[in-house]
């Protein structure tokens, strides 16, 4: 038997003889050991902390009074227009430091160390996926705060607290993919290039931005199934009123779909990985 099937084989015997209960405790431990790592390496918060206020303040400011324009009014307009879809697009982009997380853990031993205890294999994955969410939740709370200063109007309460629930609906389904990538490729900068090769076309060629009605006939196609635009258009159907079923059920629909097809990989990557 080679050492890439005992492991699988090992890893599934301990994962069976492994009750909800301890699963659940297992997560736990590894939840809290991830919070302690990030109170010891603050810097890890940066990104969930600048890249809120950078990127609002840059489209605010830059785009907002040419966009606006083209909306049918100015700044203003256009700033109830981009923060829902900052919200999508902070869904996405954070979730590709679970990634680049679990690759260093490969590369600093970590994982050999979790992989030779009996815990379950799925615990490890889920812990990181729920403190991952519980950055996103903070950078939410950054971004708000800053979106309020620029003018944004909170309309209706129900509906911002529905979108934060729906985009981490979504991002937790994007973190399978970035925890795949984690496993299978060499390092962390490998992860943040491919992050970066999907993550690019996918928030700018969507509506988080910018309306798609001047973009080009296939483009537009594009914006119509990309799943952050579908995101995008109902928080802001949810926030500041609107259409929102379609947008909503399409986004539900592409979350459920991901995590269908990509958490059996991910796990069994991770039990597999020599």
């Known amino acids: 038997m080679s050492a890439v099937t005992a492991t699988a084989t090992t890893g599934t015997q301990a994962d069976a003889r492994i009750t909800l209960r301890g699963h659940l405790r297992h997560t736990g431990a590894l939840v809290r050991r991830n ?146 990538l984690g496993v299978v490729l060499k390092n962390a900068q490998s992860v943040q290039a491919m992050g970066f090769l999907v993550l690019f076309p996918l928030q700018f060629g969507s509506s988080i931005f910018a309306p798609p009605s001047s973009m080009p006939g296939w483009l537009r196609h594009f914006t119509d199934y990309n799943p952050l635009s579908t995101l995008a258009d109902s928080a802001r159907g949810l926030m500041t009123g609107g259409p929102v079923a379609h947008d909503l059920w399409l986004t539900v629909g592409w979350s459920v779909a991901i995590t269908v097809v990509m958490a059996p990989v991910a796990i069994h990557k991770f039990r597999t990985k020599s």
């Not at 810097?43 to 909306?71: H, R, W």
């Not at 109830?80 to 999508?88: C, D, H």
């Not at 697009?89 to 690759?103: A, E």
């Open 35 to 180: 919070l302690l790592w990030i109170r010891q390496d603050p810097e890890s918060m940066f990104d969930a902390l600048l890249m809120p206020i950078v990127f609002t303040l840059l489209f605010v400011y830059v785009f907002g009074g040419s966009i606006g324009q083209a909306l049918g009014g100015g700044q203003e307009r256009y700033v109830q227009y981009v923060i829902p879809g900052m919200l999508a697009m902070m869904s996405m982009t954070l979730s590709q430091g679970v990634g680049t997380g679990f690759s260093q853990d490969f590369n600093s031993g970590v994982m050999d160390r979790f992989r030779s205890l009996p815990i379950g294999r799925g615990s490890v994955l889920f812990a990181k996926i729920a403190v991952e969410l519980a950055r996103m939740l903070f950078a939410t709370v950054v971004l708000m705060i800053v979106a309020v200063l620029v003018g944004f109007h909170i309309t209706h309460w129900a509906g911002l607290f529905a979108t934060v629930g729906l985009s981490a609906l979504f991002a937790s389904s994007i973190m399978w993919i970035f925890l795949t």
